[in-house]
Structure formats: structure tokens, C-alpha cells
């Protein structure tokens, strides 16, 4: 099978593209489903944890929260994620994720 460096920036405009609103705040790609963490610095336009370039489902909820507009949150195909940070707050920063914004959430497969 031929190599297609192409296949996921296109199928992500692909995917923009059905979205009903013109702008996007915020495109934020998880890619840690094996860890529940909080953002490192939430509105920073940037979805990392502590631990350097890894995104979590939290963290991406907690910068589409701090980003004004409509926001896209992918996560990575049959991935099963689990929330432990427990908590009763509003934030999205612990128990359970708290959304004040509009976010879109899919998934995406290679």
C-alpha cells in the first residue's frame, strides 16, 4: 500500500469542513488516552499537560473552555478514555468535565 503523507491533514480539512460554523477558537488533537491530566496552561490557545507535547481529553476540554468561539477537540479512534481526577467543581479541571463553550468532539481513524 502506497505511502500517503497527505491522508490526514486532508481528511482533517475534511472533517472542518462539515463543521456549520465559518471559524474555529480552537483545534486541539488528543493524544493521551491513557492518562487523565489537567492542561498546563489553560487559554494558551495550546492543549499540553506538564509532561511536555501530550494533550488529554481534560486538558483539550479545559483550553476549548478558555477559548472564546467553536472549537474542535479530535480524539484518536477506538480509544477508550477514563476520567480519575475526582473532584466537584465547575472547571473541567477535576471530576467531571464541566463544557461552557461551544466544542465539537469526534474522533479520527487512520
Known amino acids: 500500500m502506497p505511502f500517503r503523507p497527505a491522508a490526514?491533514?486532508?481528511?482533517?480539512?475534511?472533517?472542518?469542513?462539515?463543521?456549520?460554523?465559518?471559524?474555529?477558537?480552537?483545534?486541539f488533537h488528543v493524544n493521551v488516552t491513557v492518562?487523565?491530566?489537567?492542561?498546563?496552561d489553560p487559554g494558551d490557545g495550546e492543549c499540553r499537560i506538564?509532561?511536555?507535547?501530550?494533550?488529554?481529553?481534560?486538558?483539550a476540554?479545559?483550553?476549548?473552555?478558555?477559548n472564546p468561539g467553536p472549537d474542535l477537540i479530535i480524539l484518536?479512534?477506538?480509544?477508550?478514555i477514563t476520567l480519575n481526577i475526582s473532584g466537584t467543581g465547575n472547571s473541567a479541571a477535576t471530576g467531571d468535565l464541566d463544557i461552557t463553550?461551544?466544542?465539537?468532539?469526534?474522533?479520527?481513524?487512520v
Open 61 to 66: 476540554v479545559m483550553e476549548a473552555n478558555a
Open 50 to 59: 506538564s509532561s511536555g507535547e501530550f494533550c488529554t481529553l481534560r486538558a
Open 8 to 27: 490526514f491533514p486532508l481528511a482533517t480539512l475534511l472533517l472542518l469542513a462539515t463543521i456549520s460554523s465559518p471559524v474555529l477558537a480552537g483545534l
Open 76 to 80: 484518536p479512534g477506538n480509544a477508550t
Open 35 to 40: 492518562q487523565d491530566a489537567v492542561d498546563n
Open 101 to 109: 463553550e461551544s466544542v465539537t468532539i469526534g474522533t479520527f481513524v
